[in-house]
């Protein structure tokens, strides 16, 4: 992927920030863009908005050598604007083949961009509608992914930096997603 030039954001990208952790993960978190300490370092989620997530991924249970964490795009937009859809869908084969390769029993889907990669259609209205407790048609309250022959449980949630702009909104509403994640987490370890 280093030499991709598929999209725009090919131009201003220091480092292509592919991903990094398990190679078996059960757990994958996909974001939404470099941003500056990223493309600085190649490494997904280095400022604070990647502290959150640590401090997130502390409560769930996991580290984030057990799982995976890419974004939507792998290389940083100019002045950290949102990835355009045509950028997603250019970067989405790589996604793809990433959720292929590694088979995450879970991918969690951080903020609208990360949740309009993953739809052929417009995301329209609030993305409080695709969280687990809004959803009318999957009982269990799990979405669901199919890629090459692999289904993975999806979630979605808040984007960490929303923590940092509205944290007390933030905890309240995403509390009960992560404690939903880190109850699946341990019941998934109980049946290995
Ligand atoms: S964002 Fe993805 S598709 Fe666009 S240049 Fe970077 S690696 Fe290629």
């Known amino acids: ?15 292509v920030v592919f991903g990094e952790g398990a190679t078996n993960p059960l757990v994958m978190v996909v974001g939404e863009a470099p941003g500056e300490d990223e493309d600085t370092q190649g490494i997904p989620f280095v400022g604070k908005a990647g502290e959150k997530l640590n401090s997130i991924l502390e409560y769930v249970g996991v580290t984030r050598e057990e799982i995976y964490i890419t974004n939507s795009v792998l290389c940083r937009p100019p002045n950290n604007r949102n990835p355009r859809a045509e950028e997603l869908e250019a970067c989405k084969w790589r996604l793809d083949l990433q959720i292929q390769l590694l088979k995450p029993k879970l991918v969690i889907l ?3 961009i990360a949740t309009q990669s993953m739809q052929e259609q417009p995301v329209k209205g609030a993305l409080s509608q695709f969280f687990p407790e809004n959803l009318k048609e999957q009982k269990d309250g ?5 890629v ?3 289904e993975a449980k999806v979630l979605i949630t808040y984007h960490p930096s929303y923590h940092l702009r509205s ?5 309240r509403t995403t509390l009960p997603h992560w404690t939903r994640v880190k109850k699946w987490v341990e019941s998934e370890r109980q049946a290995i």
């Open 148 to 150: 090459g022959g692999h």
């Open 142 to 146: 799990w979405l669901r992914y199919s």
């Open 167 to 171: 944290p007390e909104r933030a905890y």
């Open 110 to 112: 951080l903020g609208k």
């Open 1 to 15: 992927m280093e030499g991709c030039g598929s999209c725009d954001l090919c131009h201003d990208r220091t480092k």
